[in-house]
């Protein structure tokens, strides 16, 4: 078993309080986040952004994964997560998860690189995790 970890610190109330979050490697180390850069044009970084990126990220590796199982590797595979939160009658939930992918696959064909795009959505890691729905655009450059 494979464990990587985060971590976040923070202090105050919603609105006024702030807060530094970290990664284990130290790619992050005390990124700010807070009300204001979630919900207003703050700087640092968020929740949903960074699910956003580990997602992004794990699809891309697993779509490169399953390309080599069919024998094809790409010359780039660019991958967008957008993630939406909406507020609820029970507070704020993220409600969807858009992958836009554009790949520059030399050999791969249309339907090879849909099969392909579906099945690393539906199985990397962080599809997985998440229980939002996940939608995606896949376009072959």
Known sequence: MIKKSGSAKWSGDLKAGKGYVSTESGVLKDQPYGFNTRFEDGNGTNPEELIGAAHASC???????????????????ETTAAVSLEKKDSGFEVTNIHLDLKASIPGADKVTFDECAKTAKENCPISKLLNAEITMDAELV
Do not use: H, P, R, Y
Request: aromatic residues 6%; proline residues 0%; glycine residues 10%.
């Open 59 to 77: 699809f891309s590796m697993a779509l490169s994964m399953i390309l080599g199982e069919k024998g094809l590797a790409a010359d780039s595979i």
